[in-house]
Each structure stands twice: as C-alpha cells, then as structure tokens.
T-cell receptor, first 110, second 112 residues
Framework: QQPVQSPQAVILREGEDAVINCSSS?????VHWYRQKHGEAPVFLMI?????EQKGHEKISASFNEKKQQSSLYLTASQLSYSGTYFC???????????FGAGTQVVVTP | NAGVTQTPKFRILKIGQSMTLQCTQD?????MYWYRQDPGMGLKLIYY???????DKGEVPNGYNVSRSTTEDFPLRLELAAPSQTSVYFC???????????FGPGTRLTVT
C-alpha cells in the first residue's frame, strides 16, 4: 500500500514555512524525498534511513519517526524555486524498492 | 555526462500496436528502474534490474516486458498497447540499492 502524503496542496508566500508529511502503514527502512516541476523528471532531495542516517541536500531538512512510520519535509523560508510537487517514496527493507505517495503540490508566490 | 536519456519524448499508439521505450544511462549504475506516472499520481514501479541480465517485476508489470543486455541500456517493451497504458514513463538508475535515483526526462505515451 502506498504511503499517504498531506497536505495535498499548499500555497505559500515567499519566506513562509511549510511542512509536508508522509505516513505509512508498514514498518519502514527508509524514506526518500523527490521534487518534480511541471513537465520535468523528479529530482532527488533526501534519503532518511532507519537509525538516523540522512543523505541529501544541505538546504533541505527532514525528519523520520521510525516508531510512527512517518516522515516530514520542512520547507523553511520558502523561495520561488521551491514550487513543484513533492513526493515521498518509502522502502520497507534495505533493497530500496520504493512505493511513492500521490504527491504534495507546493506553490510559492511572490 | 548525459545522465539518463530516454527516447522517444512523445508517442501516440493505436490499440494493439507494440513499441519499445529506450533508456540509456552513462553513469555506470548497476540498478535501473521503469516507472509509470498517471496524471496527478505518484510513480509506480513497473520493472527493475540489478545488473546486466537480471530483471524482476515491480508493482505493475502486466502488459510490459524488459531486458538488460548491457549495463547502460534498459528498454521497456509494450506488446499489445491498451488505453490503460496511457501514461508518462520514467526510467531511473542508481549506483546501488537504496541510493538516490536519477531520472530520465520521461516519455509521454498516449494509446487511442
């Protein structure tokens, strides 16, 4: 079963903050975050692993609560370039086959 | 490096026709993947490969076939196109299992 993302969409003014959540009904090994701009390919943002390890861009912050099977992505002091659809992908083992959520559309306005 | 390239960018097929979507990566990645993305939805894994000669089914493999004869190439074959296969298809690759995936630009396929 695919993970559930919330909210489905959010509109921000430049400089505002937002949180995107990703929840799974299964125990997770890792959570991946990608951003996709309209008509383009998804681009990697971050991986959060069971045990606390993180790999990704320094300007992106995220958390992973293993017990709650949830991850959150934090958009801080948003910029126009943050606009796009954010997807979480979850893996239940170290293999890393991902199941993706339906996405959260983020629109940042001037 | 070109990264992951896909051809064609767009294609219209008639029901029952066949075609092959091409995917090539020049990063010497072992792992390669095919996803489909329906409008307003997330990505669903069709097939994946862990190296030349080794492929396996993902979440939605019905109606598709793959092969991997080289590290670089991972074509996806549609044998009898159906309207339900109208979607955007993305190929991706990663160095190792669980690592970040690099996506190609996608192929937009319409079956009418």
């Amino acid at each position: 079963q695919q993970p559930v993302q919330s909210p489905q969409a959010v509109i921000l003014r430049e400089g505002e903050d937002a949180v995107i959540n990703c929840s799974s009904s299964k125990a997770l090994y890792s959570v991946h975050w990608y951003r996709q701009k309209h008509g383009e390919a998804p681009v990697f943002l971050m991986i959060l692993l069971k045990g606390g390890e993180q790999k990704g861009h320094e300007k992106i912050s995220a958390s992973f609560n293993e017990k709650k099977q949830q991850s959150s992505l934090y958009l801080t002091a948003s910029q126009l370039s943050y606009s796009g659809t954010y997807f979480c992908g979850t893996a239940t083992d170290s293999w890393g086959k991902l199941q993706f959520g339906a996405g959260t559309q983020v629109v940042v306005t001037p | 490096n070109a990264g992951v390239t896909q051809t064609p960018k767009f294609r219209i097929l008639k029901i029952g026709q066949s075609m092959t979507l091409q995917c090539t990566q020049d990063m010497n990645h072992n792992y390669m993947y095919w996803y489909r993305q329906d409008p307003g939805m997330g990505l669903k894994l069709i097939y994946y490969s862990v190296g030349a000669g080794i492929t396996d089914k993902g979440e939605v493999p019905n109606g598709y076939n793959v092969s991997r004869s080289t590290t670089e190439d991972f074509p996806l074959r549609l044998e009898l196109a159906a309207p339900s296969q109208t979607s955007v298809y993305f190929c991706a690759s990663s160095w190792n299992r669980g690592n970040e995936q690099y996506f190609g630009p996608g192929t937009r396929l319409t079956v009418t």
